[in-house]
């Protein structure tokens, strides 16, 4: 305990990232320096940065005699090492139509890798207005359940040597085993699958960040489904990190934290959407986790935020504080905040102590179920909820009340006594 006390305090001296202007960079760390595709002057800007002070800068785009363009289009990934900061300022950064990969991905993961070794210092920090963009065709997208073509959208579908399923590459934003990261001051637009995915990281901060994804987009004239377009996902082993301002639209869930052991593959597959193996030896659970101030909804109708754990994966040690429901009339989400799941494909219902210590305060929701208890929890406050919803409760037991033990449920304001609320 200790130990993981003094883990977070020290990272909070790291939270501010130093703003570095055009005048204090080396032109070499700025990938207009260099000629080539867009995905090879990045990687020469970022092998440069790293390796000279750990400062990588992507302003805007120069249009050039390749292209009169000033957004850069990626073909792979964009690799971060230790101690590297790259700075997004006031730039667009899209996916080619030839990319099946993500927008950002720590360098210690990726095909072939069992155990991403763990990295420290990756900041990213965003500049002005600076935007991630998928591509105008994806090749493939969802996670790794999905068949392209027939439950999700992807150009790969049917093509042979192709995987017909999605992979942890559809992800926007991919860390694994990082230590002591920030991710701030980003807009993540039509992400391929989740738009920012951690995995077993630890000492974070993730905040200022806008998602726009539909699930629907309409290509060359036909609406396709893109899905599994979470904002933030915080996956098996994440602990110590402050999530906050986090706003927009998504095709799923806004936030979710989702420890849940859905096969035992090796790392480094293209068989899941996680890029590290599950370690039965290792400390998988989710905890010590803050989230404030979450405006937004799904336009997929599903949670804004979700906690889900199975198979023996607890998430413990939560504070959830402000959750503003901005859904339309028309288009209500299942659950505001979703607790726990009994799907039988993830274990079912978790076991009581399992899922506990959460806090959960200040929540407005438009939602079919304000906070739905799907699974367990114990030893948890929910309070300060205002329903808008008029013809749900404020709180849904759908495992039964039984599966819900020592939970002081605070004030519930229904919307019927505001009705002049809009």
């Not at 289009?73 to 964009?78: C, N, R, W």
């Not at 859904?327 to 659950?335: F, G, I, Q, R, V």
């Not at 009581?352 to 179920?369: E, F, H, V």
């Amino acid at each position: 305990m200790k130990k993981a006390l003094f883990c977070f305090l020290m990272f909070a001296v790291l939270w501010t990232v130093p703003c570095f202007s055009a005048n204090e960079a080396s032109p070499k760390n700025d990938p207009n320096h260099y000629s080539g595709t867009d995905s090879e002057r990045i990687a020469a800007a970022v092998q440069y940065g790293s390796a000279h002070g750990g400062i990588v800068r992507i302003p805007a785009r120069l249009p050039d005699k390749e292209a009169n363009r000033n957004c850069w289009l990626l073909d792979s990934a964009i690799l971060l090492s230790n101690r590297t900061t790259l700075i997004l300022e006031n730039c667009k950064i899209k996916l080619s139509d030839q990319c099946r990969d993500n927008f950002i991905r720590s360098a210690n993961c990726g095909i072939g890798i069992e155990k991403p070794a763990p990295l420290e210092e990756i900041h990213i920090l965003g500049i002005g207005q600076s935007e991630l963009i998928g591509a105008d065709h994806p090749r493939s997208t969802g996670d790794g359940n999905k068949i392209l073509g027939q439950r999700s959208y992807g150009t790969d579908a049917g093509k042979p040597n192709e995987s017909q399923k999605g992979d942890w590459r559809n992800i926007g934003i991919l860390f694994a085993n990082v230590k002591n990261f920030s991710i701030q001051n980003l807009t993540v637009r039509q992400a391929h699958c989740w738009a920012i995915s951690l995995e077993k990281c630890s000492c974070g901060k993730v905040s200022d960040i806008v998602f726009d994804a539909t699930e629907v987009r309409t290509i060359d004239g036909t609406a396709v489904k893109t899905l599994n377009q979470d904002g933030l996902d915080l996956r098996k082993g994440c602990h110590n990190i402050m999530i906050e301002n986090i706003s927009g639209n998504t095709g799923d869930d806004l936030v979710a934290l989702t420890a849940i052991r859905i096969s035992e593959k090796k790392g480094g597959t293209l068989e899941a959407t996680e890029v590290a193996e599950t370690d039965p030896n290792a400390m998988n659970d989710i905890h010590h986790i803050t989230i404030r101030n979450v405006i937004g909804h799904s336009k997929g109708g599903h949670q804004l935020v979700r906690f889900l754990n199975a198979s023996g994966m607890r998430i413990h040690h939560v504070l959830l504080d402000g959750l503003i429901d901005t859904s339309p009339e028309d288009l209500a989400a299942h659950a505001a905040v979703r607790i726990g799941d009994s799907n039988p494909s993830w274990g079912g219902i978790t076991p009581l102590g399992d899922t506990y210590g959460l806090t959960i305060i200040n929540i407005q929701s438009r939602a079919k179920a304000a906070i739905l208890i799907a699974g367990s929890l114990t030893d948890s406050i929910i309070a300060n909820v205002i329903n808008y919803h008029p013809d749900v409760k404020g709180i849904t037991y759908g495992s039964g009340k039984d599966n819900v033990k020592n939970v002081v449920i605070g004030p519930f304001l229904n919307a019927e006594r505001t009705s002049n609320l809009k």
